[in-house]
């Protein structure tokens, strides 16, 4: 009998892993930018329902996202489908992920997760932890607020503290990291908004202090009384650092030096002219890429300067505020805002797409080709494939993802094929 050995050509369909988001503002620099190839983005996907007010933003790594709302830390996948979530009251803080998951938590708490929502360790290191984790070098920088703010550098392996720099006013703001310097601004006098370089031994290498009132502030009347203005956080790009403050400016700065290079101002707009009580304020962290900076600002207007001069070079009135912070892939911009809209912008500033979300207080991230946005008290994906918009549950289901069935599909395949060949035999 003649053998006939069956030659099998199979074709698995399972989504490639496309440019992780594995922290605030995509990188160590927050400069916000994914390199990657986009979609058409056109259409809501589906949407997540958070369980509660979301001000935090998503991070994407090996096609799971992660994300926190004031009363859970989710894992979902490209889907939409749950695959697990925890009880923890996130609100402001977004995770970082590398090896393991790492998150701060309102009422103080640093937690260290494996990927399956394990916890390794945690540590109690004050109250209202609002900015993101950096890690960089097996070492974890994290502000605090309460009565008693600090900014702290812990073991990543055992979640020791390895030094602290006490404040006087809550850090609000996430560091960045650069060539061994840890930058981070916060406010540390009643009126001094101010930027700070240290290395990675806790040692203050410079600092950078804005004016000590903001233009137009009004002086509350009890001395006591601290207002925190700044809560951009650094941003580093092609050895400088950009943040934005209370003082409706726009700064950079030389990394190695501390020196100002330049600053922006601005456009005073009517909704300037109603508020006199810091309402202004430049609380978008900076966006970097194809040298230009991109946010947004409490005066109803995104702006695009050029990342070199401070030059404008485009602007966008909105309808309301932008807390919100840019993210930046394949020469598009996309920035939320307050009014509820979410805007994708061309790098001439022309809108490519208008979607009405819901108040957008999270930032969105940006993997696999789609945009995810937190607005609300939801999560959405928005993608080029237009369809009906799924909302999912947040009851864990275990319903296998879209990889599952393909792998299915590819077996089933190929013990039909072998079937055949062996009934030629």
């Not at 070098?137 to 720099?165: H, M, V």
């Not at 008290?377 to 999912?392: D, F, P, R, V």
Request: some cysteine.
């Amino acid at each position: 009998m003649k053998k006939i050995l069956p030659f099998v050509i199979v074709l698995v369909l399972i989504p490639l892993t496309s440019g992780n988001w594995n922290m605030f503002m995509h990188d160590e620099e927050h400069t916000g930018f994914n390199d990657i190839d986009m979609k058409n983005i056109n259409s809501v996907i589906w949407s997540f329902d958070l369980e509660g007010r979301v001000c935090s933003s998503p991070v994407i790594v090996e096609d799971v996202i992660y994300i926190g709302s004031e009363k859970y830390f989710y894992a979902i996948d490209l889907n939409g489908n749950i695959l697990w979530k925890k009880e923890m009251n996130i609100l402001w803080s977004s995770p970082t992920i590398l090896d393991n998951i790492y998150i701060g938590t309102w009422d103080g708490y640093v937690y260290c997760l494996n990927k399956d929502g394990e916890i390794i360790w945690d540590i109690e290191l004050g109250k209202e932890i609002r900015g993101s984790p950096l890690v960089y070098k097996d070492r974890i920088f994290i502000g605090t607020g309460g009565l008693n703010p600090s900014f702290y550098c812990i073991d990543a392996l055992t979640g020791e503290i390895q030094w602290s720099y006490k404040t006087i006013s809550p850090i609000k703001t996430s560091a960045s990291a650069w060539n061994d310097r840890i930058y981070i601004v916060f406010q540390n006098d009643i009126y001094a908004d101010e930027l700070y370089c240290f290395d990675l031994d806790g040692n203050l290498v410079w600092k950078y202090k804005t004016s000590d009132v903001p233009e137009g502030i009004c002086v509350p009347p009890i001395a006591t009384r601290r207002t925190q203005f700044i809560t951009s956080s650094p941003t580093i790009y092609k050895d400088r650092v950009y943040f934005g403050s209370g003082e409706k400016k726009a700064y950079c700065i030389d990394c190695k030096t501390g020196e100002l290079i330049w600053e922006f101002k601005t456009k005073e707009t009517k909704w300037m002219k109603e508020y006199a009580t810091g309402e202004d304020r430049i609380i978008s962290t900076l966006a970097a890429a194809y040298d230009m900076v991109y946010f947004g600002s409490w005066n109803n207007t995104i702006y695009a300067l050029d990342a070199d001069t401070g030059s404008e070079i485009w602007t966008f009135l909105t309808g309301d505020k932008t807390i919100s912070s840019p993210a930046v892939a394949d020469g598009m911009v996309y920035l939320g805002c307050m009014d509820g809209h979410f805007y994708c912008f061309d790098s001439d500033g022309n809108i490519l797409g208008d979607f009405k979300l819901g108040k957008v207080l999270g930032s969105p991230s940006i993997s696999n080709g789609y945009v995810f946005v937190p607005a609300g008290s939801k999560l959405y994906c928005l993608g080029e494939k237009a369809q009906e918009i799924k909302e999912t549950k947040t009851e864990e289901n275990g319903n296998p993802s879209s990889k599952t069935y393909y792998i299915i599909g590819a077996v089933i395949g190929i013990v039909i094929l072998i079937a055949i060949g062996m009934k030629r035999r």
